[in-house]
T-cell receptor, first 111, second 112 residues
Framework: QKEVEQNSGPLSVPEGAIASLNCTYSDRGSQSFFWYRQYSGKSPELIMSIYSNGDKEDGRFTAQLNKASQYVSLLIRDSQPSDSATYLCAVFTSGTYKYIFGTGTRLKVLA | KAGVTQTPRYLIKTRGQQVTLSCSPISGHRSVSWYQQTPGQGLQFLFEYFSETQRNKGNFPGRFSGRQFSNSRSEMNVSTLELGDSALYLC???????????FGQGTRLTVV
């Protein structure tokens, strides 16, 4: 089992819709969770961080964390073509004391 | 506030050569991590430095090494380059070891 798993996609959503990106992790001791956006040929850009169970909202983005289910998600409301990118989930694991990245989900927002 | 700066942005090297990449973290950030990104493997952790000490290392051969200076700037070195070392090398800095990490623009290394 991979430490951090994401569906590679592509996930295609129409413009204006809600995009839902999911991530599961294996280390129950994980403490910190991050979502990054990466455009093709560019470096990852931090979108959200979440540390406790529940929802955290920032503009059109909402991160959701459920530690009991070892699940973290990112919702993008009113999706725009400019949101088309690869979204990376990262988990800070207390066991190895390092960030583990998923392989990313490619999102395509169709105009 | 300046971001993470990586130099050079692009490099072309020949097999067998060695290369040194540089990373200047965000001011005040003490943790610097290095990653290799390839299309097939995604982001692979190379190593992490905090307070001039390597705190963590990924599963890479000894040809990959690094160091951190007293001003938190970091360098990574790859010796005896192989074709498979062609990748985007990313540096990320964070205030402490477990807080949000911010990436530089990366160095794209091509080995021919």
């Amino acid at each position: 089992q991979k430490e951090v798993e994401q569906n590679s996609g592509p996930l295609s959503v129409p413009e204006g819709a809600i995009a839902s990106l999911n991530c599961t992790y294996s280390d129950r001791g994980s403490q910190s969770f991050f979502w990054y956006r990466q455009y093709s040929g560019k470096s990852p850009e931090l979108i959200m961080s979440i540390y406790s169970n529940g929802d955290k909202e920032d503009g059109r983005f909402t991160a959701q964390l459920n530690k009991a289910s070892q699940y973290v998600s990112l919702l993008i409301r009113d999706s725009q073509p400019s949101d088309s990118a690869t979204y990376l989930c990262a988990v800070f694991t207390s066991g190895t004391y390092k960030y583990i990245f998923g392989t990313g989900t490619r999102l395509k927002v169709l105009a | 506030k300046a971001g993470v700066t990586q130099t050079p942005r692009y490099l072309i090297k020949t097999r067998g050569q060695q290369v040194t990449l540089s990373c200047s973290p965000i001011s005040g950030h003490r943790s610097v991590s290095w990653y290799q990104q390839t299309p097939g493997q995604g982001l692979q952790f190379l190593f992490e430095y905090f307070s001039e000490t390597q705190r963590n290392k990924g599963n890479f051969p000894g040809r990959f090494s690094g160091r951190q200076f007293s001003n938190s700037r970091s360098e990574m070195n790859v010796s005896t380059l192989e074709l498979g070392d062609s990748a985007l090398y990313l540096c990320a800095s964070s205030l402490t070891r477990e807080t949000e990490a911010f990436f530089g623009q990366g160095t794209r290394l091509t080995v021919v």
